[in-house]
């Protein structure tokens, strides 16, 4: 019966549009959350060859040997190094408490690892693993249950003695019920994806919750570590008249810059201050060293390069915050908090 479907010499019993729908319900169900549930632990575990040793470990109901992840590993070697270089210098010192504020998101990695798998793995799995079989399984048995009903209904069209067609109008009859009654069941169970969904959403609030918590404790580590760095001596953290606190990113936007202008060195401050009123006073123009990179918002402003020196001048009028800047032909406003004036 199967192969003369195929070849179109037969013809095939239609499932109801809602059995159909149903079923591609579930086949949808399952393709997303097996994309999911494998991106998810991509994510918590980046090594490959660390997932597949914890998959073997899994199917041998062992547990995995524990192992230092990448963050405690970092922090290991810095408080080794700091120990070494001695910690009562400076740099020794640092490292001991970047060492040790690794070591604590380390554990923070470990806690939403576990989390994560309880309560949003394990349970995807369950459903590719238990559910969706259960489904696969009932589904071969009502296309089987199928294949029986229109084998009948071909042996019906073909017989030709009464005897024969009363034996099978009566094999179609049962086939029709076997087929209705697997029909019902495959129904319930397709069903039951919607209270699926339901229980995946809630796992999902879960993971984000998880996930919250963690980004908040490493932020918080972090703050912390910066605030103990940030009471060294100031003379340890400079580099190059550079704070700490550089920028990672361009401001193109002017009202950023006076939140920014706070974490420039007082030295590059004192000098911009005091160079900047000589510049207003006159109409004389000076060189100044560019701090940081930034990129121009707009064609009135003129991008910069860190370290390259440029000429500025100040213009009746103009912004405080901001100077005339020229390299070579090209000239435009730059903002004063990039630059350090130079004698």
């Not at 914890?54 to 062992?62: G, W």
């Not at 459903?127 to 009903?149: A, C, H, M, P, V």
């Not at 440029?310 to 405080?320: A, C, E, K, L, Q």
């Amino acid at each position: 019966q199967f192969t003369e479907e195929k070849l179109g010499q037969a013809e095939k019993t239609e499932l109801d549009a809602h059995l159909e729908n149903l079923l591609s319900k579930a086949e949808c169900t399952k393709l997303w959350t097996e994309k999911i549930m494998k991106q998810t632990e991509v994510l918590l575990q980046p090594n490959p060859n660390a997932r597949i040793e914890e998959f073997v470990y899994e199917k041998l109901d062992r547990k995995a040997p524990s192992r230092m992840n990448n963050p405690e590993l970092l922090g290991q070697y810095m408080i080794d190094a700091g120990n070494e270089f001695g910690p009562g210098t400076a740099y020794g010192n640092a490292l001991i408490k970047c060492g040790e504020t690794q070591k604590r998101i380390g554990t923070a990695d470990r806690e939403l690892i576990q989390t994560s798998a309880i309560n949003f793995l394990t349970p995807l799995r369950n459903f590719i693993e238990g559910d969706y079989k259960t489904i696969t399984k009932e589904r071969k048995l009502l296309q089987n249950k199928r294949l029986d009903l229109d084998a009948a209904k071909t042996r019906l069209k073909k017989a030709k003695v009464a005897e024969a067609r009363a034996a099978s109008e009566q094999e179609v009859r049962i086939t029709q019920s076997e087929f209705d009654r697997q029909a019902e069941i495959t129904r319930l169970l397709l069903e039951g994806i919607s209270s699926t969904h339901a229980h995946h959403l809630r796992c999902l609030n879960d993971f984000v919750e998880a996930q919250m918590t963690y980004y908040a404790q490493c932020y918080q580590y972090m703050l912390d570590l910066q605030k103990q760095l940030g009471s060294f001596p100031s003379t340890f953290l400079s580099n190059n008249n550079q704070s700490s606190t550089t920028p990672v990113q361009s401001v193109s936007t002017p009202s950023v810059l006076a939140s920014a202008s706070a974490s420039l060195p007082s030295v590059s401050n004192s000098i911009v201050t005091s160079g900047l009123s000589e510049l207003k006073s006159s109409s004389g123009s000076r060189k100044a060293r560019v701090l940081y990179d930034y990129d121009a918002a707009n064609s009135s402003e003129l991008s910069l390069l860190a370290d390259e020196v440029i000429t500025v001048y100040s213009i009746p009028g103009m912004d405080s915050d901001w100077l005339m800047g020229e390299r070579g032909n090209q000239k435009g406003k730059v903002p004063i908090t990039y630059l350090e004036l130079l004698n």
